[in-house]
């Protein structure tokens, strides 16, 4: 189409046309709708032409018909900025109240903010992030990058964003599980899988696969409702009509856990509910393994431990059959701490005094030294317990995992 044919299509004038063209003017949102219908765009086109408008009617029609998408495809919403706020306010440990004061805004302002109805202004924006002592990274992201208040229209390949997916595991194996970045990381390639999802299994796949890896390091670092949050936007997608995956237990086991630890008293019986119709699923050794040691603790929890015993016993017995020695290990360490709490710290320490070709990281070293401590003090012999507990202390204070303090600082009141 000729730029005359286009602005008379459109009821534009040519010259208007010209300097949006030339980028020397912005159009109207009116008048970009009354443009891209002229041009009989596709949807996905539109809504790129509207994410490069800076302007916050266009970023809020924008996210109005990501949410339409996702309602009519019943997936979840695509994860954005304001998701983002709440991670890092999250991992300061503030409530919407607590973090609210920090820019001077009510609670209900920052609601608002982390469910991305409304954006900050950037001096709020700048505020805020101060206060929760955001990275640099995720204050460039949250500013001008990809979850400012105007998505991004660029697009990433299923194969682009394996390989991304791929490097962030083998970070995180060199770091140990400790990269500061793992939220940022994670909600972007999330948003980046969103679309994909929406297109093919294929892509579907992919978004459950990132997902279930950010729930299991969000369960790492012990903020089990967010890890539950995480859990159930991939067991949304978790559908017959795809083919059952390694990584889907790892939502089911990360929100058992949540669920069992939910709320002001411990209910193991929500966890073990969550588990049990999964368990024939669990055909690989390694995750069977783990799905018995978790209902061997819920079933020890509920003061059954004859046959939390037998589980964990099970559980060991199906590690070994995997070949894998780090899954041995830890299903040994999950009997021991059974045993422990069968009132057997003797068995404890003669299971963990056993020689393991594994090398444990440091928050399996951090567990390990704990319950060691644990067992010490149950036999009465307070100088191993005290050591094993300042060992403990010294790796929470050299790598600065501060979610492993306060089962620390617990086992010290009682020293």
Same mark, same amino acid.
Request: with cysteine; proline share 4%; glycine share 6%.
């Given at each position: 189409?000729?730029?005359?044919?286009?602005?008379?299509?459109?009821?534009?004038?040519?010259?208007?046309?010209?300097?949006?063209?030339?980028?020397?003017?912005?159009?109207?949102?009116?008048?970009?709708?009354?443009?891209?219908?002229?041009?009989?765009?596709?949807?996905?086109?539109?809504?790129?032409?509207?994410?490069?408008?800076?302007?916050?009617?266009?970023?809020?029609?924008?996210?109005?018909?990501?949410?339409?998408?996702?309602?009519?495809?019943?997936?979840?919403?695509?994860?954005?900025?304001?998701?983002?706020?709440?991670?890092?306010?999250?991992?300061?440990?503030?409530?919407?109240?607590?973090?609210?004061?920090?820019?001077?805004?009510?609670?209900?302002?920052?609601?608002? $903010?982390?469910?991305?109805? !409304?954006?900050?202004?950037?001096?709020?924006?700048?505020?805020? %992030?101060?206060?929760?002592?955001?990275?640099?990274?995720?204050?460039?992201?949250?500013? !001008?990058?990809?979850?400012?208040?105007?998505?991004?229209?660029?697009?990433?390949?299923? =194969?682009?964003?394996?390989?991304?997916? &791929?490097? +962030?595991?083998?970070?995180?194996?060199?770091?140990?599980?400790?990269?500061?970045? #793992?939220?940022? /990381?994670?909600?972007?390639?999330?948003? =980046?899988?969103?679309?994909?999802?929406?297109?093919?299994?294929?892509?579907?796949? *992919?978004?459950?696969?990132? #997902?279930?890896?950010? /729930? +299991?390091?969000?369960?790492? &670092?012990?903020?089990?409702?967010?890890?539950?949050?995480?859990?159930?936007?991939?067991?949304?997608?978790?559908?017959?009509?795809?083919?059952?995956?390694?990584?889907?237990?790892?939502?089911?086991? !990360?929100?058992?856990?949540?669920?069992?630890?939910?709320?002001?008293?411990?209910?193991?019986?929500?966890?073990?509910?969550?588990?049990?119709?999964?368990?024939?699923?669990?055909?690989?050794?390694?995750?069977?393994?783990? *799905?018995?040691?978790?209902?061997?603790?819920?079933?020890?929890?509920?003061?059954?431990?004859?046959?939390?015993?037998?589980?964990?016993?099970?559980? #060991? +017995?199906?590690?070994?059959?995997?070949?894998?020695?780090?899954?041995?290990?830890?299903?040994? $360490? =999950?009997?021991?701490?059974?045993?422990?709490?069968?009132?057997?710290?003797?068995?404890?320490?003669?299971?963990?005094?056993?020689?393991?070709?594994?090398?444990?990281?440091?928050?399996?070293?951090?567990?390990?030294?704990?319950?060691?401590?644990?067992?010490?003090?149950?036999?009465?012999?307070? !100088?191993?317990?005290?050591? $094993?507990?300042? %060992?403990?202390?010294?790796?929470?204070?050299? #790598?600065?995992?501060?979610?492993?303090?306060?089962?620390?600082?617990?086992?010290?009141?009682?020293?």
């Amino acid at each position: 189409m000729t730029m005359a044919q286009t602005a008379e299509r459109a009821g534009l004038h040519r010259a208007t046309l010209h300097r949006w063209e030339k980028g020397q003017a912005q159009p109207r949102l009116s008048e970009l709708d009354a443009l891209l219908s002229a041009l009989e765009v596709s949807e996905p086109q539109r809504q790129s032409a509207l994410s490069l408008m800076d302007a916050p009617r266009a970023a809020r029609l924008v996210w109005r018909e990501v949410r339409q998408i996702a309602a009519q495809m019943d997936i979840s919403m695509m994860p954005h900025g304001g998701d983002l706020l709440r991670a890092m306010r999250m991992r300061r440990g503030l409530s919407l109240e607590e973090a609210s004061r920090h820019v001077e805004v009510t609670g209900g302002t920052l609601r608002r $903010w982390e469910k991305m109805e !409304v954006w900050p202004s950037p001096g709020q924006l700048h505020r805020l %992030c101060f206060a929760l002592q955001a990275h640099e990274e995720e204050i460039v992201a949250l500013t !001008v990058g990809r979850f400012s208040h105007t998505p991004r229209s660029e697009k990433a390949t299923l =194969d682009a964003l394996c390989e991304r997916f &791929h490097n +962030q595991m083998g970070l995180e194996r060199s770091l140990s599980g400790h990269d500061p970045l #793992y939220e940022l /990381t994670y909600f972007q390639m999330e948003a =980046d899988a969103w679309p994909l999802a929406l297109q093919s299994a294929a892509g579907k796949q *992919m978004l459950i696969e990132v #997902y279930a890896h950010h /729930t +299991q390091q969000l369960c790492n &670092h012990e903020r089990l409702a967010e890890a539950n949050g995480i859990a159930e936007r991939a067991m949304e997608l978790m559908t017959g009509s795809l083919q059952t995956k390694h990584f889907w237990l790892y939502p089911v086991l !990360v929100s058992a856990r949540a669920n069992t630890f939910r709320g002001a008293g411990d209910a193991p019986q929500r966890g073990l509910e969550i588990l049990r119709p999964w368990l024939a699923e669990a055909r690989w050794p390694d995750m069977h393994a783990w *799905m018995l040691a978790s209902m061997a603790k819920y079933m020890g929890m509920q003061g059954d431990m004859e046959v939390a015993l037998t589980l964990a016993e099970q559980a #060991y +017995q199906v590690a070994e059959k995997s070949g894998l020695d780090s899954e041995r290990c830890h299903r040994k $360490w =999950d009997k021991a701490a059974l045993l422990l709490k069968a009132g057997h710290p003797d068995k404890t320490l003669v299971l963990l005094a056993e020689r393991e070709p594994y090398e444990a990281g440091v928050l399996d070293g951090i567990d390990v030294a704990l319950l060691r401590a644990e067992a010490y003090l149950a036999t009465g012999d307070l !100088v191993f317990a005290r050591n $094993w507990l300042q %060992c403990s202390l010294n790796d929470i204070d050299t #790598y600065h995992i501060d979610y492993r303090r306060p089962r620390a600082e617990k086992l010290a009141a009682r020293l």
